[in-house]
C-alpha cells in the first residue's frame, strides 16, 4: 500500500492512498517520524464508507478536498479535526471525527471570520482568509469622506456612516429611526437607493448642537440635506436639487464648490439682459414681442408696455396657453381693437399643427376677455387679414381678398344646355333661353354630390343634362350615375330646377337607348351609342370604330357602301329619323346643303345606298331640329 502524504505538521498526518485514493490519519514522533505502531486508520461516513476526494460530498459541492488534520482541541476529545476545503467555490468544512476515524459532525466556516481565525490555529496554517498571520485579526476600516476645514468630519467605518468632531471629542454613528446605522445600501428616501453620503458640517441653525449631512445620488442628480442631532440620530431633511438658492447656501455651509454649473463657493450668475424678440412689428405702431418667451404688447403711440395674460394663468407663454383642444398655439399678429369705442387689443394666436386660428380680444391691460375662432369662416378670416394687414390666412392671394365661385362644367352638349357645378352645388345653364338655375330636391336644398341620395347609394353624381323631351315640357331631364354600383337614374326637374320625379333605367335597355340619344351620349359605356330609336329598331354608332350600326328585333345591320368599306367614317349623318314603315332616313351635311339617304330596313342587309338633296326647311320639318339656329322648325329664316 502507497501513501502520500497531504499534512503532517506536528503529531498527526493526513495521508491519501496513492491507490485507492482513501483519506488516512497517522501519527508522528517528536521528531517527524511515522510511528509504525501509532495511530493509523480510515476516515469515514458512516453510510459511505471510507472517504475519498469523489466520494465525500454535502449535497453541496462534489469539489471538496481533505487539506489539515489536527487533534479534536475539544476537552476531553479523543478524536480529531479534518479541514475539507473546495478550491473552486472556496468553501471550507471541518469535520470532527472520533478516534477509528469514523464521522462524528461538521461545521462550515466559510463566511465566519471567527472561526476562520480559529481554524488557522487548531491546524497550524496561514492563508485560510485574507488577513497575513495565523489567526491574526484586521481592525476596522476607516475612510474619510469629507475631512473639512471646520474639524467636523464626515467618515465610514467598514461602510457606516459616522461623524468626528475634533473640536467636542466627539464620534457617533449616523443613525436614522427604524432603520440603525446608515450605510451606502440602507439609505433610502423611499425615492432611489443611489444616495451617498458626501459633505458634513456643523448645524448652522441658531441654537442647533447638531450636523447637517449632504447625501447625493450620482445617477439622477439629486441632493439632500439631512438634519441630525448630537447623536448623530435623523431629525429632517431638505431636497435641494432644483432650488438654486439652497443650493448655493449649501455650497457655503459644507464649504465645497461645485453642487451647481456656477465656479466659486456659493457664486451665483449675474442673470442676462431679458431677450425681447419682435414677433410682429407692423405698421399701426402696435407690436407684438416675447420676452424670455412671454408674450407682450407695445403700444408706442400710447407708451403702452403690457404683459399679454389670461385670467389663473399669469403671464402668457407658447407653453402655458391653452384653449383645451390644442397646446401648439403661438401668437403671430397684434392689432389695437377695432370695436367701436373700444380701448384694447386683438391678439391671433395660430397652431401651426392642425391649421387653427383663434382671435383673442384683451383689455387695455392686456388681460384676456374673450375668444372668436376663424379657422372655417372665410368671411372672418378675411376680417382678420384686413385687421392684422397680413396676407396668408387663407390660400387666396391678396389681403382680404375674395375668390368668386368655382364654376365647373360637368356637361357641354350640343344642344345649348349644361350641366356645371358652381363651388360643388350642380346648377343647370340653358343659353338659349337665358337661364342659370340651381338643381335642387324638396326637402334637401341645392344638391351637391355629399346631399343627393335616393336612400340606397351615396357616390351618385350628375353627369349629363338635356331639355325634357316629353312633349309640352318646359324643364329638363339630369342622368344621376353611380360609378360604384352602375346604377342610372335619370331626374325630371322644372324650369327652375327643382326636382318632379326619377325614373332608374340601370336595367331598362330601352329606357338606355332613349337616355343615349335624349343626352347624345354613351351612358352605360358600351362602346356603342345610339343616335335614334324607335321602338324595335334603333341607330347606333361603334364610339371606337365609327361604323354605325341599325339593331333591330332580330338581328344588326352594319351599313356599308357597295365596296364594302366603312360608311360615314368620317361625316357620318347628323340626324336620324326611323318612321312607321321601319325606313331609315339619314340625313347628310355637304358642301351644296344637305341630302338624305333612305334605308329599307325591312330588306335586310343594304347593299345600294342612294342620295337625294333635300332643303334646309324640308328637312327642319322632316327630322324636327332646328338647323339653322333660329329658334323655329320648318320656317324660313
Known amino acids: 500500500m502507497a501513501r502520500d502524504t497531504i499534512e503532517s505538521i506536528g503529531l498527526f498526518g493526513l495521508q491519501v492512498d496513492t491507490t485507492t485514493g482513501e483519506y488516512a490519519i497517522v501519527e508522528y514522533n517528536g521528531s517527524g517520524e511515522l510511528v509504525t505502531d501509532g495511530v493509523d486508520l480510515s476516515i469515514t461516513r458512516a453510510g459511505v464508507g471510507a472517504i475519498t476526494e469523489t466520494t465525500y460530498t454535502d449535497n453541496v459541492s462534489y469539489n471538496f478536498q481533505a487539506t489539515q488534520v489536527a487533534a479534536d482541541d475539544t476537552p476531553d476529545a479523543t478524536g480529531y ?42 491546524f497550524d496554517v496561514d492563508g485560510l482568509d485574507d488577513v497575513d498571520g495565523i489567526g491574526a485579526e484586521v481592525g476596522p476600516t476607516v475612510v474619510v469622506v469629507d ?94 436639487t432644483n432650488d438654486p438658492a439652497a443650493i448655493r447656501d449649501a455650497e457655503v455651509l459644507f464649504n465645497v464648490d461645485g453642487l451647481d454649473d456656477v465656479p466659486g463657493i456659493g457664486a451665483e450668475v449675474t442673470p442676462p439682459d431679458p431677450t425681447v424678440v419682435v414677433v410682429d412689428d407692423n405698421a399701426t405702431g402696435v407690436d407684438l414681442i416675447t420676452t424670455d418667451g412671454a408674450y407682450g404688447i407695445v403700444d408706442a403711440a400710447n407708451s403702452i408696455d403690457l404683459d399679454l395674460t389670461r385670467e389663473g394663468v399669469g403671464t402668457i407663454t407658447d407653453a402655458t396657453y391653452t384653449d383645451n383642444v390644442s397646446y401648439n398655439f403661438q401668437a403671430t399678429q397684434v ?62 392671394p391678396g389681403i382680404g381678398a375674395e375668390v368668386g365661385p368655382t364654376v365647373v362644367v360637368v356637361d357641354d352638349n350640343a344642344t345649348g344646355v349644361d350641366l356645371i357645378t358652381t363651388d360643388g352645388a350642380y346648377g343647370i345653364v340653358d343659353a338659349a333661353n337665358s337661364i342659370d338655375l340651381d338643381l335642387t330636391r324638396e326637402g334637401v336644398g341645392t344638391i351637391t354630390e355629399t346631399t343627393y341620395t335616393d336612400n340606397v347609394s351615396y357616390n351618385f353624381q350628375a353627369t349629363q343634362v338635356a331639355a325634357d323631351d316629353t312633349p309640352d315640357a318646359t324643364g329638363y331631364k339630369v342622368l344621376f350615375q353611380d360609378s360604384f354600383t352602375g346604377r342610372m337614374i335619370v331626374w325630371t326637374v322644372d324650369e327652375t330646377g327643382a326636382y318632379v320625379s326619377q325614373q332608374e333605367i340601370t336595367n331598362d335597355p330601352a329606357a338606355i337607348r332613349d337616355a343615349e340619344v335624349l343626352f347624345d351620349s354613351d351612358v352605360d359605356s358600351d362602346n356603342f351609342q345610339f343616335l335614334e330609336n324607335n321602338g324595335a329598331v334603333g341607330l347606333k354608332i361603334d364610339t371606337q370604330t365609327d361604323q354605325y350600326v341599325v339593331e333591330t328585333e332580330s338581328n344588326e ?41 333612305s334605308v329599307d330596313l325591312l330588306s335586310g342587309a343594304v347593299d345600294q345606298l342612294s342620295a337625294t338633296a333635300i332643303s334646309e326647311l324640308d328637312a327642319e320639318s322632316l327630322f324636327d331640329v332646328d338647323l339653322n339656329g333660329d329658334g323655329t322648325i320648318g320656317v324660313i329664316a
Do not use: H
Open 81 to 122: 479535526k479534518v479541514l475539507f476545503q473546495d478550491s473552486f467555490s472556496g468553501r471550507m468544512i471541518v469535520w470532527t471525527v472520533d478516534d477509528t476515524g469514523a464521522y462524528v459532525s461538521q461545521q462550515e466556516i466559510t463566511n465566519d471570520p471567527a472561526a476562520i481565525r480559529d481554524a488557522e490555529v487548531l
Open 147 to 240: 475631512d473639512n476645514a471646520t474639524g467636523v468630519d464626515l467618515i465610514t467605518t467598514d461602510g457606516a456612516y459616522g461623524i468626528v468632531d475634533a473640536a467636542n471629542s466627539i464620534d457617533l454613528d449616523l443613525t436614522r429611526e427604524g432603520v440603525g446605522t446608515i450605510t451606502e445600501t440602507t439609505y433610502t428616501d423611499n425615492v432611489s437607493y443611489n444616495f451617498q453620503a458626501t459633505q458634513v458640517a456643523a448645524d448652522d441653525t441658531p441654537d442647533a448642537t447638531g450636523y447637517k449631512v449632504l447625501f447625493q445620488d450620482s445617477f439622477s442628480g439629486r441632493m439632500i440635506v439631512w438634519t441630525v442631532d448630537d447623536t448623530g440620530a435623523y431629525v429632517s431633511q431638505q431636497e435641494i
Open 335 to 396: 392689432a389695437a381693437d377695432d370695436t367701436p369705442d373700444a380701448t384694447g387689443y386683438k391678439v391671433l394666436f395660430q397652431d401651426s399643427f392642425t391649421g387653427r386660428m383663434i382671435v383673442w380680444t384683451v383689455d387695455d391691460t392686456g388681460a384676456y376677455v374673450s375668444q372668436q375662432e376663424i379657422t372655417n369662416d372665410p368671411a372672418a378670416i378675411r376680417d382678420a387679414e384686413v385687421l392684422f394687414n397680413v396676407d396668408g390666412l387663407d390660400d387666396v
Open 557 to 597: 345591320i352594319a351599313l356599308t357602301d357597295t365596296g364594302d368599306a366603312l360608311i360615314f367614317s368620317e361625316s357620318g349623318p347628323i340626324e336620324a329619323e326611323i318612321d312607321d314603315f321601319q325606313v331609315l332616313q339619314l340625313l347628310f351635311e355637304v358642301e351644296a346643303g344637305y341630302e338624305t339617304v
